[in-house]
Every structure is written in C-alpha cells, then in structure tokens.
C-alpha cells in the first residue's frame, strides 16, 4: 500500500521559532510537493521538487524553505514562523510520468503559530 | 487570473443521488481532477478526465465539458461515509494544479 507519511500531525509552535515539517513517501516519486490548506481556499503550492537536490517555488514560497536530500524526504522548513502561517500542511508525492498525474496526499501536519 | 468555482456546501440525503459542480477559467488546460477528503484526512484521488465526456467508475462518474469549461461528479446510491468535502483540480498550460476551495457534502440519513 503506497504511503507519504508526515512527521507531526499537530504541531504548536511560537512566533520566530524554526519549525521543521517532515516528509517520507515510499513509493519511489520522483516529485514532491507542499501545499497549504486553509478554510475558504484551495490548496497552494508552497514548493516543489522533481527530484533529489531540486527545489522549485510555487505559489506562496514566502517565509518557506525545504530540502530534498534523499529521493524519499521533504522537509518544509520555517525559518521564524508567523502567526499567518497558521494552517494546514500537507506533502504529496506522484510520478513524473503518471497517466492521471495522479497526487498521493500524506495525512497532513496542523500548525498553530503562537 | 485563474479561478476554480465550486459550491462550499451541498447537502443530500443518503441513498440519493448528487450532482457537484466546478466550473474553471485557467490558462491552458491538461486535465481535470476530482478528490475527497474526509474530515481530518488526506485528499484521496476520485477521477480524472481530460477529453470530453462521462467517465464512471462505481457509484461515481465525472463529465468534463472543456467548451464550457465545466465538470460536474456525480455521486449516485449516497452512502453516509460519502460525507467528505470534494475537491476539484485543474492543471493548467504549465502542469501546475490549481485547486478549488472544495465542495463539503453533508449526507443526512
């Protein structure tokens, strides 16, 4: 059963801490993605990655960073969270190739910003 | 700009059947997609269609109209664990996805 598993499921963080958000998939993707998810919006692309050591920015890169070391993990990075920052995040994974393009989704990782 | 629209919220009543709607403005298009997403859960892949037409697939089928830039899933023998919000997707000219902000359907018994 493929799996894209998300470190923390709730997280409680204060302004200007460096928060880390993990993401393992063991589906062998080449592409990796980030989105946010607040009531109201569809989901926006924080960055993405085609591949070990790339990174690309989406829609909202700022105030975020991430690191693709290994084909496997992407990391979400915070560098001194914000209030706004507030949300929903969820990592998914797909192959470059795939017919449907289809999205694998890990659970999510809920982040409150103090 | 590009723009994705779908109802918030819809209710229906279990065993029936229920029509969501997404209606899409974006640049270029490579494909629509369907997912659900249950309360505190990761989205989960429903459907995808890229030519125009009905695609079925169980209790669920998705039309894409690409003229009208329009799609509708169809949701038919209503089940209560069918509750979940809905979301559509479009990918646009660049192979980007741009979402909506998703449909919560309420079954009732």
């Keep these: 059963d493929v799996k894209v598993t998300q470190s923390s499921r709730y997280l409680v963080k204060r302004t200007g801490e460096k928060v880390f958000l993990e993401c393992v998939q063991d589906m062998d993707h080449e592409n990796m993605f980030w989105y946010r998810q607040d009531p109201g919006l569809g989901l926006r692309l924080i960055y993405f990655s085609y591949d070990v050591k790339m990174k690309e920015k989406g829609d909202i890169p700022e105030g975020y960073s991430v690191s693709r070391e290994k084909k496997e993990r992407f990391s979400l990075i915070l560098e001194s969270a914000s209030t706004n920052q507030t949300s929903m995040y969820l990592c998914a994974s797909k192959f470059p190739d795939s017919e449907t393009g289809e999205l694998f989704f890990g659970e999510g990782s809920r982040l409150t910003v103090l | ?109």
């Design chain 2, 1 to 109: 700009g590009q723009n994705i629209d779908q109802p918030t919220e819809m209710t229906a009543t279990e065993g029936a059947i229920v029509q969501i709607n997404c209606t899409y403005q974006t640049s270029g298009f490579n494909g629509l997609f369907w997912y659900q997403q249950h309360a505190g859960e990761a989205p989960t892949f429903l459907s995808y269609n890229v030519l125009d037409g009905l695609e079925e697939k169980g209790r669920f089928s998705s039309f894409l109209s690409r003229s009208k830039g329009y799609s509708y899933l169809l949701l038919k023998e209503l089940q209560m664990k069918d509750s979940a919000s809905y979301l559509c997707a479009v990918m646009d000219s660049n192979y980007q996805l741009i979402w909506g902000a998703g449909t919560k359907l309420i079954i009732k018994p």
